[in-house]
C-alpha cells in the first residue's frame, strides 16, 4: 500500500510560481510510474503530468506545456510539480497518483492517490 501526501499548495497571484510535493509513505516509490491530475469546481479531472518510475519520461497536457516541470527524487520518495507562469485558469485542486505499471493520462488507471492540496491563481 502507498500513502500519498501532496502539498505546497495555495495562493498566488497570476504569473507567479508555486511547487508541490508528493511525499510517499509506506513503501517506496520505486518502480512507480506517478501522474499529476487537477479537478477544478464542477468539472471533470483532467490530466496534468505524468513522468516514469525513473524520471527518464515525462508527458504533459498542452495547457500546462512549457510552463509546469515534473520531476522526482526517488532517494526522498517525493516527486515534485513545478508550476510557473500561472492562470486563473490553474485554480484547481490538484492530486498525484501512482502506479505500478501505468504511465500515462489516464486517471482511471492509477491505483493510489493522494488527498489533494488547492492552488488558487486570482487574476
Known amino acids: 500500500q502507498v500513502q500519498l501526501v501532496e502539498s505546497g499548495g495555495g495562493l498566488v497571484q497570476a504569473g507567479g510560481s508555486l511547487r508541490l510535493s508528493c511525499a510517499a509513505s509506506?513503501?517506496?516509490?520505486?518502480?512507480?510510474?506517478m501522474g499529476w491530475f487537477r479537478q477544478a469546481p464542477g468539472k471533470e479531472r483532467e490530466f496534468v503530468a505524468a513522468?516514469?518510475?525513473?524520471?527518464?519520461?515525462?508527458d504533459y497536457a498542452d495547457s500546462v506545456k512549457g510552463r509546469f516541470t515534473s520531476s522526482r527524487d526517488n532517494a526522498k520518495n517525493t516527486v515534485y510539480l513545478q508550476m510557473n507562469s500561472l492562470k486563473p485558469e490553474d485554480t484547481a485542486v490538484y492530486y498525484c497518483?501512482?502506479?505500478?505499471?501505468?504511465?500515462?493520462?489516464?486517471?482511471?488507471?492509477?491505483?493510489?492517490w493522494g488527498q489533494g492540496t488547492q492552488v488558487t491563481v486570482s487574476s
Open positions: 497518483a501512482a502506479d505500478r505499471y501505468y504511465y500515462g493520462s489516464n486517471y482511471q488507471e492509477y491505483d493510489y
Open positions: 509506506g513503501r517506496t516509490l520505486r518502480g512507480y510510474a
Open positions: 513522468i516514469s518510475w525513473t524520471g527518464g519520461s515525462t
